[in-house]
T-cell receptor, first 118, second 116 residues
């Protein structure tokens, strides 16, 4: 059974701090790993990672994947109160279609609750 | 539309009542997913549609759960004889293509179901 584990489960920091969120996984026939930010609404897409060692960046957020050790990290530098949210890690697993095409079915971790105080 | 929409946003049901949750995906999106998110947990896959075909329903927790997408656009998730353990946020997501890992899933705001 596919499994995604995130740590820590919750994190409280002050504005300006840098945080690192962790995601480890066990998935048969790994295809991609995705990070989402969830406030009190729909999860919003942050990054998709498919290759090891290639850092993806978007502003103060960055992420990298290690397919050998089966984990990913999400870094947020100079945190702001608007970064407060649940950060979800998800992994896309094995193909489902008759032609081998993956459906994009995602297995999510439990999430990390990040609280940034002013 | 501009994004995935879901209705109702909140639903309170008495135990044993049937409920129907609606999802309007982004126009033209082939793939549609339903997820269940219990309090304090990540979303869990329920079922997947490619156009009108339900290709994977392995995540549906019991035969009380039924989903359809008859015309390949709007989808309805129906829960019969609701139980307290059905209380959760039900998320719908759509993506443009039929899979392949390179297409972002766009999530709706979810329907929060509370069963009393």
């Amino acid at each position: 059974e596919d499994k995604v584990v995130q740590s820590p489960l919750s994190l409280v920091v002050h504005e300006g701090d840098t945080v690192t969120l962790n995601c480890s996984y066990e998935v048969t026939n790994f295809r991609s790993l995705l990070w989402y930010k969830q406030e009190k609404k729909a999860p919003t897409f942050l990054f998709m990672l498919t290759s090891s060692g290639i850092e993806k960046k978007s502003g103060r957020l960055s992420s990298i994947l290690d397919k050998k050790e089966l984990f990913s990290i999400l870094n947020i530098t100079a945190t702001q109160t608007g970064d407060s949210a649940v950060y979800l890690c998800a992994v896309e697993g094995p193909p489902r279609g008759a032609d081998g095409t993956s459906y994009g079915k995602l297995t999510f971790g439990q999430g990390t609750i990040l609280t940034v105080h002013p | 539309g501009a994004g995935v929409s879901q209705s109702p946003r909140y639903k309170v049901a008495k135990r044993g009542q049937d409920v129907a949750l609606r999802c309007d995906p982004i126009s033209g999106h082939v793939s549609l997913f339903w997820y269940q998110q219990a309090l304090g947990q990540g979303p869990e896959f329920l079922t997947y549609f490619q156009n009108e075909a339900q290709l994977d329903k392995s995540g549906l927790p019991s035969d009380r759960f039924f989903a359809e997408r008859p015309e390949g656009s709007v989808s309805t998730l129906k829960i019969q004889r609701t139980q307290q353990e059905d209380s959760a946020v039900y998320l719908c997501a759509s993506s443009l293509a039929r899979g392949g890992g390179s297409n972002e899933q766009f999530f709706g705001p979810g329907t929060r179901l509370t069963v009393l």
